[in-house]
């Protein structure tokens, strides 16, 4: 039984035909408004909650629920109705509250140094299974207001496009969260890049480049194989003369490998001509990737190198490591196996 989420505000008034439409708007704006579970909203007959409550079960179930920072990172693991199980994580920061979430069980791209990649793929996520998560999310921030919505969790959101664009569209009009503080990650799925780029969306693309020479690239990221940068660099222009959005490049910094002299140069020369923003990410441990992350001595080398040739770039604070909530270790309880890597040198 698919849940309440699944549904279009359309489709809910169609399915609600036979109630009157003012309660059909109670329900709605309880659902969306205040973020109530249907049993919560008393404004509606007791009768009716509970056979809302029955046609449309959560499809989210808490299997794990662990907090770091002091309580400002907060991972749960769902299982969902086949058993598959997906990774969210809610960070609350000074001044604003995100949550990222999955949009697959698990992950086809097969990146290197990302556990979700090593773990495999499950399957496609819903509409209603990536909304869930943000309600969830949301509901647990309180009292405080979720302002973001990051697609970085476990999955390439662009390999699931219709229902990550579908997702995004209920996000921004049923929710009302602005456009801007919805981003999108991808490792690079270029003709899906020129396609959202032309939805109309004021969204922020992130790119998870790691990067910039196609040898190295196609280690980290097999699918640069496919669409190599060349092809990943048209894909950018594409979105920056159709959207009025910058485009953020992520760079996650391993020791030895893209943190090099000639790596700042090769990262400068794809970034400074796409007016792209880089954000600078220290490796966070993956098993099977045997491999470190740069010193914040040499990732702060790296940035500064890059402020030199004209890039604009920050380096992001590390959230949720000590639990496997941090960029590349959504993983810890799928059902895919994880599966060893050699030790490359790349």
């Known amino acids: ?154 999955g390439e959101p662009l390999a699931n496009y219709p229902v990550t664009v579908g997702a995004v569209r209920r996000l921004h009009e049923y929710l009302g969260l602005s456009a801007r503080h919805l981003t999108v990650s991808t490792v690079g799925v270029a003709p899906a890049i020129e396609r959202l780029a032309r939805e109309g969306l004021a969204i922020t693309l992130a790119l998870s480049l790691h990067a910039a020479n196609d040898e190295t690239r196609n280690e980290l990221i097999p699918l640069n194989r496919r669409y190599p940068l060349s092809r990943l660099r048209e894909a950018c222009e594409v979105w920056n003369s159709t959207t009025s959005r910058r485009l953020s490049l992520e760079w996650a910094l391993i020791d030895g490998v893209n943190d090099t002299d000639k790596a700042v140069e090769e990262l400068a020369d794809f970034a400074y001509p796409l007016h792209a923003h880089v954000n600078l990410i220290p490796l966070n441990p993956t098993p099977g990737f045997l491999v470190r ?40 309880v799928t059902n895919a196996k994880r599966r060893s890597l050699p030790v490359r040198s790349i």
């Open 293 to 332: 992350g740069s010193s914040s001595h040499r990732v702060n080398e790296f940035r500064d190198a890059l402020v030199r040739a004209g890039v604009n770039v920050t380096v992001r604070n590390t959230r949720g490591r000590s639990i496997d909530a941090a960029c590349g270790q959504l993983a810890n």
């Open 1 to 154: 039984m698919p849940s309440l989420f699944e549904l279009t505000k359309e489709q809910f008034v169609e399915h609600l035909v036979d109630e009157p439409r003012f309660r059909v708007d109670q329900i709605w704006h309880g659902v969306w408004g205040e973020l109530d579970d249907v049993q919560s909203i008393t404004t509606i007959p007791k009768i009716l909650r509970a056979r809302l409550s029955e046609q449309f079960p959560s499809s989210l179930r808490v299997v794990e629920d662990v907090q770091s920072d002091h309580g400002t990172t907060r991972k749960w693991v769902f299982a969902l109705h086949d058993g598959s199980t997906i990774e969210t994580v809610l960070m609350g920061y000074r001044d604003r509250v995100t949550v990222c979430v999955s949009s697959q069980a698990g992950c086809a791209m097969g990146c290197t140094f990302c556990a979700t990649g090593q773990a495999g793929f499950t399957r496609q996520l819903s509409v209603g299974e990536i909304l869930e998560q943000v309600i969830f999310a949301a509901r647990a921030a309180r009292p405080r207001r979720l302002t973001n919505v990051v697609f970085m969790g476990m």
